[in-house]
């Protein structure tokens, strides 16, 4: 199948980790997959290669998501390409830990503008084509720390909660044109993210006893984007292992 007949699917920050292998699964169920990433072309290249590899098609398109102008340049020169974007996938994402007291304006912002305003950025560009093409699916990708609150991470908690906030509401804007638009909520998932956390006070943390692996978050992520979902919208699904949130 040519990627014009194919549903076109935008997963943010796919050069590695949880977004590459939602870009790898969302390929597999037959999607076109643009893959977005900040600087990291060489593992960007690897994602496209696997999803290649394995039949599937793919193209790399870098911007940096908490910059509204880069990403709605990118974003309208891909609408230029194809009449519809059917999937977007809002993962890209930074963490910053510090105890509060010691947290600069510029650690707040940055945290803020890369896994929140990207939001905004993003999908706003996107909106007005699923809305006209009367269907479409946004996946925000929050976390534990969104959901509870985690101490060392007041930027990051703020960010991903205020994500769980646009999602519902988003989602209660747009139902009525077939737009779903739901959270995903991992736990602690096996990636570059958690290098730096101690392992073991993790493992205390969660009562299945081990770390999540990514592609556990992607499964979720294809079946939100499934028609078997066309009636779940507004929701925060957690993938964590049994943490209670
Ligand atoms: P990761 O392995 O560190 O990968 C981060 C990805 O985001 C990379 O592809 C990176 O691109 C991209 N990125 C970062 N800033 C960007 C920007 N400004 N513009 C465009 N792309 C950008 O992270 P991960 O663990 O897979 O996390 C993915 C998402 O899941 C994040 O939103 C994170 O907050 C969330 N999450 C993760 C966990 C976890 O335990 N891992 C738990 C809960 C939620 P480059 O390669 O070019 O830098």
């Given amino acids: ?14 050069s590695r980790g949880i977004g590459k292998a939602v870009a790898i699964a969302l390929a597999q169920s037959g999607r076109h997959v643009v893959i977005n990433y900040r600087s990291n ?10 999803i290649e590899s394995s039949g599937g098609s793919g193209e790399l398109c870098p911007f940096d998501v908490s910059d509204g102008k880069q990403s709605q340049e990118a974003i309208g020169s891909l609408l230029e390409r194809y009449e ?8 890209a994402g930074i963490r910053d830990d510090m105890l509060m007291i ?12 890369t896994n929140l305003s990207s939001f905004y ?17 946004i996946i925000n990708m929050t976390s534990t720390s969104g959901q509870s609150g985690m101490p060392g991470q007041v930027n990051y908690s703020a960010a991903k909660s205020g994500l769980i906030g646009a999602t519902m509401a988003l989602a209660k804007e747009v139902a009525k044109r077939k737009v779903t638009v739901n959270a995903v909520a991992p ?14 006070q ?12 990514a592609e556990e978050v992607a499964g979720t992520v294809v079946f939100l984007c499934s028609e078997s979902a066309a009636y779940i919208t507004g929701q925060v699904i957690a993938i964590n292992g049994g943490i209670y949130t």
């Fill in 1 to 14: 199948m040519s990627e014009q007949n194919k549903e076109i699917a935008l997963v943010t920050g796919a």
């Fill in 41 to 50: 072309e060489e593992e960007a290249q690897k994602t496209l290669e696997t």
């Fill in 84 to 91: 519809q974007i059917h999937i977007l996938v809002n993962n």
């Fill in 102 to 113: 010691w947290m600069e304006e510029d650690n707040w912002n940055k945290v803020l503008d």
């Fill in 121 to 137: 950025h993003v999908s706003r560009p996107i909106l007005k084509n699923m809305l006209s093409k009367r269907f479409g699916r």
């Fill in 187 to 200: 736990g602690f998932i096996e990636s570059d993210m958690l290098e730096g956390m101690d392992e073991k």
């Fill in 202 to 213: 993790m493992l205390s943390q969660i009562p299945m006893k081990r770390l999540g692996k």
